[in-house]
């Protein structure tokens, strides 16, 4: 392989910036009976992994340890979708990977997205009566490969 060919095929995450473009991601968890849930998000993109933080406390982190399986798309604040939607693991990351996420964080989104709109949610949290806790838990999304469907309905076992 020449060093030409291998400038022009790009990283793991400008395929991921590709694929998720844009300052938010719809992240859909499944409740036990199996009906998804989806929540439009912040994320950075980190080794081939989304990063996102929540609420520790929030349904959707319960539904997240239950069940892992879950899907992504790119979408606009609202949650309206921009893109298919993508079948992805998620995983709970320890607190010392927290650092490298608000570093991740800071590069991408101005001061006031970091900082106002956070303030913003805690204190509509309060409003409604909710616990003062700040969201600390960060998730990692992992994209699956998509897979085609069988013709014939039935899995491939190669």
Not at 87 to 94: C, H
Not at 121 to 137: E, F, N, S, V, Y
Request: charged share 25%; with cysteine.
């Amino acid at each position: 392989m020449t060093e030409y060919a291998m400038v022009d095929q790009p990283s793991g995450a400008e395929k991921l910036e590709e694929r998720f473009p844009g300052k938010y991601l719809s992240l859909t968890s499944y409740k036990r009976d199996g009906t998804g849930v989806s929540t439009p998000v912040w994320f950075v993109i980190d080794e081939g992994r989304l990063l996102v933080m929540t609420d520790p406390q929030s349904l959707k982190v319960k539904r997240i340890r239950r069940n892992p399986n879950v899907t992504i798309a790119p979408c606009t604040a609202t949650g309206r979708l921009r893109g298919e939607p993508t079948p992805a693991q998620a995983e709970l990351l320890p607190d010392s990977e927290r650092a490298r996420f608000d570093q991740l964080m800071a590069h991408k989104y101005s001061r006031v997205e970091r900082v106002v709109l956070p303030w913003i949610d805690q204190t509509l949290q309060r409003i409604k009566g909710k616990p003062d806790a700040p969201p600390t838990a960060t998730l990692a999304l992992t994209p699956q490969p998509s897979r085609a469907p069988h013709p014939d309905g039935a899995r491939s076992t190669s």
